[in-house]
């Protein structure tokens, strides 16, 4: 007899007016038509996809897919699923990794065949084109700005020297200078090793 694997269907809408009960009747449909009796159901309503955080969706991810409990992940359609095509083939790769059927209801797309699995890697590739056309754009953004005259990243923060001396005679270490004074511990350490000059060394001079 074979053993029958524990299923997850994952519907989602994006707002509180619309409904899941279309997309749940056909994934219930569509499980019982292969004979699949352990099935969990997971249910966002009014979430939009772009949000990081859906409750139900965050609870399947972290308790059953990523800890692998589940065999079969179903969905109406890959949209319900991810917040942009990188997202997208993060979850589609950690379904591969997990053993786990990815199966698109609407897409007809099913990670168990080898159209599925072509598919994937079609989506592979265009998701790694995407975050290559964001990072060009993120350079050629800052080398306008940089062109204007505009500060790039954040304005680096003033280092009291006279105050970080004050706290290194009192033997303060670096790490807590750097907290006091709100700068990198880096920079403290960098100061430290040359250009502080301890107190009995000042004297000597």
Known sequence: M?????????????????????????????????????????????ISGSKD???????????EIQKGRVNVLLVHALDRLGRSLPHLVKIITTCVEKNITLISYRENIDLSTSTGRMIVGIFSV????????????TKAG????KARGSQIGQKR????KRKAT?????????IKIARELGIGVGRVNAW???EYIAPDQRDAE
Do not use: C, H
């Not at 265009?126 to 754009?137: C, H, N, P, Q, V």
């Not at 800052?142 to 700005?145: F, I, K, N, P, V």
């Not at 923060?157 to 009291?160: A, D, L, W």
């Open 192 to 194: 430290v090793n040359n």
């Open 126 to 137: 265009l998701a790694e084109y995407e975050l290559s056309m964001i990072r060009e754009r």
């Open 166 to 174: 004050r706290l290194r005679d009192q033997g303060w270490g670096q």
């Open 142 to 145: 800052m080398r306008a700005a």
């Open 2 to 46: 074979t053993k029958q694997p524990k299923v997850a269907i994952y519907a989602r809408v994006s707002t509180d007016e619309q409904s899941v009960d279309a997309q749940l009747r056909d994934l219930r449909e569509n499980t019982k038509n292969r004979g699949w009796k352990d099935v969990q159901e997971f249910v966002d309503k009014g």
């Open 53 to 63: 955080s859906r409750p139900s969706w965050n609870i399947l991810w972290d308790d």
């Open 157 to 160: 923060r003033y280092f009291n």
